[in-house]
């Protein structure tokens, strides 16, 4: 166990030191881009030596490398499918091989390496981030001058995986920190059933002891109701927590301009998955897009500038994505929240901008293509990460993502090791 973590900690250092904060993406495109290989039990904490393998970096021309590395930040989203949840049971139309944990762990790391390379004030926002793969981040993100700050809120099954937010302490000072549940930062409340009045005397005493056991009984025999047809309730008690970090930059002096002079917040969130209630992501585009837009405004009046990246959950096509770009929706909208105990419900934010809708004129033709063969029969592939930004911001560039008339099949395969593609814009105030 000794050597096998003595071989761990030299190869990872060998692979930090390959880097120079200016220089990197030059020698790596001479070098090949390194892939590492590992050996990983998600049921245990045992991970052997890391080995190297080739595959080549993203080329970028040097007009375009010459505008990242000018971005006031590169924000970058990646849901990273948990390590526990790539099973083969489920991916039915995916090798085991590229299900393996020790296998995807590697190439993920690899994939945010290459992010590190081609700006080093890239900010990471992961989503689907178990407890396994957080204590190989905390590792990766250290040995490179990164703070990682993790929300894990999941179950045994899925690892309890969360979201986890990086940024290089060498660029950015964080001067604040937001991490909550983000359904307990409702700012109006959840609806509550109107308090009943005292029971008479003949109620409590006749009429109850005979009505109580029957209405039980009822209850037992009854059909179960889903949690989630009830939309206000599945959305008060899901658990998804969201990370915001106020950064300020480093490079500040004399020369220093706006981009560089002026804080903002970075927002992580992974909306819930409730397709089958889709009023639940109203609610929750509702309650994310009033936190960053809240934490934006800050306590003395000052409006700073603001990103809001993760997993999403929704089509660019579909009304959630809508609400979150103009802050309405029609109230006739099939997904519109409905009345709970005579309390309405009403978005309280403004719309955002997105990344690439504003550079490209459109999102990308899919960032998720996956097949669960245990519950649908057609593989799924669209678009459901985006990056939001509020009104100071320029984008200068994004990461190009695949085309549709190129994929092979679904992911993870050999080259993708999530059912997610990274993307990324840099972006300046």
């Known amino acids: 166990m000794q050597t096998k973590r003595l071989l761990l900690t030299c190869s990872i250092f060998v692979a930090s030191n390959l880097r120079t904060c200016h220089s990197f993406a030059p020698i790596v495109a001479?070098?090949?881009?390194?892939?590492?290989?590992?050996?990983?039990?998600?049921?245990?904490?045992?991970?052997?030596?890391?080995?190297?393998?080739?595959?080549?970096?993203?080329?970028?021309?040097?007009?375009?490398?010459?505008?990242?590395?000018?971005?006031?930040?590169?924000?970058?989203?990646?849901?990273?499918?948990?390590?526990?949840?790539?099973?083969?049971?489920?991916?039915?139309?995916?090798?085991?091989?590229?299900?393996?944990?020790?296998?995807?762990?590697?190439?993920?790391?690899?994939?945010?390496?290459?992010?590190?390379?081609?700006?080093?004030?890239?900010?990471?926002?992961?989503?689907?981030?178990?407890?396994?793969?957080?204590?190989?981040?905390?590792?990766?993100?250290?040995?490179?001058?990164?703070?990682?700050?993790?929300?894990?809120?999941?179950?045994?099954?899925?690892?309890?995986?969360?979201?986890?937010?990086?940024?290089?302490?060498?660029?950015?000072?964080?001067?604040?920190?937001?991490?909550?549940?983000?359904?307990?930062?409702?700012?109006?409340?959840?609806?509550?059933?109107?308090?009943?009045?005292?029971?008479?005397?003949?109620?409590?005493?006749?009429?109850?002891?005979?009505?109580?056991?029957?209405?039980?009984?009822?209850?037992?025999?009854?059909?179960?109701?889903?949690?989630e047809d009830d939309a206000w309730d599945y959305s008060k008690y899901r658990y998804n927590q969201f990370i915001g970090v106020k950064l300020l930059n480093r490079c500040l002096g004399e020369s220093a301009s706006t981009s560089t002079s002026t804080p903002f917040w970075v927002g992580n969130y992974h909306m819930p998955c409730a397709f089958r209630t889709p009023a639940v992501m109203n609610i929750h585009a509702d309650l994310v897009g009033s936190r960053i837009q809240k934490l934006a405004k800050g306590e003395n009046g000052n409006h700073d500038p603001y990103v809001l990246a993760g997993d999403f959950n929704i089509l660019p096509e579909s009304p959630h994505y809508s609400l979150l770009k103009t802050g309405t929706l029609d109230e006739k909208d099939e997904t519109y929240p409905g009345l709970k105990y005579d309390a309405a419900w009403k978005p309280n934010f403004k719309g955002m901008r997105s990344a690439y809708f504003e550079l490209n004129g459109e999102e990308p033709e899919f960032t998720n293509a996956s097949h669960n063969g245990a519950m649908n029969a057609e593989s799924f592939i669209g678009t459901l990460d985006y990056v939001f930004m509020s009104d100071e911001w320029k984008v200068l560039q994004v990461k190009d993502t695949p085309k549709k008339e190129k994929l092979e099949g679904v992911y993870p395969n050999a080259e993708e090791p999530s059912d997610h593609v990274l993307i990324a814009a840099s972006i300046e105030i």
């Open 30 to 227: 001479n070098l090949s881009h390194n892939h590492f290989s590992t050996e990983t039990d998600t049921d245990t904490d045992t991970t052997t030596a890391l080995t190297l393998s080739s595959t080549p970096i993203e080329t970028m021309s040097e007009e375009n490398e010459v505008v990242v590395k000018s971005a006031s930040a590169r924000i970058v989203s990646y849901n990273l499918l948990s390590s526990h949840l790539a099973d083969p049971k489920f991916h039915t139309k995916c090798k085991p091989e590229d299900l393996s944990a020790s296998n995807r762990l590697p190439k993920i790391l690899a994939k945010l390496d290459e992010e590190i390379a081609i700006c080093n004030k890239s900010v990471f926002c992961l989503q689907e981030v178990s407890h396994d793969w957080a204590t190989a981040l905390h590792v990766f993100f250290a040995e490179r001058g990164y703070h990682m700050i993790t929300g894990l809120y999941g179950r045994n099954f899925n690892g309890y995986m969360g979201i986890a937010t990086a940024f290089p302490t060498e660029h950015f000072k964080m001067q604040k920190v937001d991490l909550l549940r983000l359904s307990d930062k409702k700012q109006d409340g959840w609806p509550r059933k109107p308090r009943a009045p005292e029971p008479s005397a003949l109620r409590t005493y006749v009429f109850n002891p005979i009505y109580n056991p029957m209405k039980a009984a009822y209850r037992y025999y009854r059909p179960k109701k889903r949690a």
